[in-house]
């Protein structure tokens, strides 16, 4: 697969369930999901207020697509090579593509990971 390694820091941010959505998330990169436990956000770090519980120092590389929804086993290819290598990762899927995030003290080792799993990391 061809794998961008996007230039971008972000923040995995948790606020309560029925928070209002915020007006600060910004940036290239940004990721809202609700669900009955939680509204998480992804969004660029600096973005981010200090009061915020958040996860700061994430980078992401972008399955380059779209990907057609039939096709199987996209995040299995990039998931299991990263886990091999303890890389803890954090998957998001769109409607046309897939990112890994991954911290960003691991972000270099984890392209070289993938390239040695055949996938062509830019």
């Given at each position: 697969m061809r794998?961008?390694?996007?230039?971008?820091?972000?923040a995995?941010?948790?606020l309560?369930?029925?928070?209002?959505?915020?007006?600060?998330?910004?940036?290239a990169?940004?990721?809202?999901?609700?669900?009955?436990?939680e509204?998480?956000?992804?969004?660029?770090?600096?973005a981010?207020?200090?009061?915020?519980?958040?996860?700061?120092?994430w980078?992401?590389?972008?399955?380059?697509?779209?990907i057609?929804?039939e096709?199987?086993?996209?995040?299995?290819?990039?998931?299991?090579?990263l886990?091999?290598?303890?890389?803890?990762?954090?998957?998001?899927a769109?409607?046309?593509?897939?990112?890994?995030l991954?911290?960003?003290?691991?972000?270099?080792?984890a392209?070289g990971?993938?390239?040695?799993?055949g996938?062509?990391?830019?």
């Amino acid at each position: 697969m061809r794998i961008a390694m996007l230039d971008v820091r972000l923040a995995v941010c948790r606020l309560a369930s029925d928070a209002e959505l915020p007006s600060w998330p910004r940036g290239a990169f940004t990721c809202v999901t609700r669900t009955r436990d939680e509204l998480s956000i992804v969004c660029d770090e600096d973005a981010v207020p200090d009061d915020v519980q958040a996860e700061r120092g994430w980078r992401a590389f972008q399955v380059e697509g779209p990907i057609p929804f039939e096709v199987t086993g996209v995040a299995a290819a990039l998931v299991g090579p990263l886990a091999n290598a303890r890389i803890s990762v954090f998957p998001i899927a769109t409607y046309d593509t897939d990112y890994v995030l991954v911290k960003a003290e691991s972000f270099e080792n984890a392209a070289g990971v993938l390239r040695s799993a055949g996938h062509d990391v830019r």
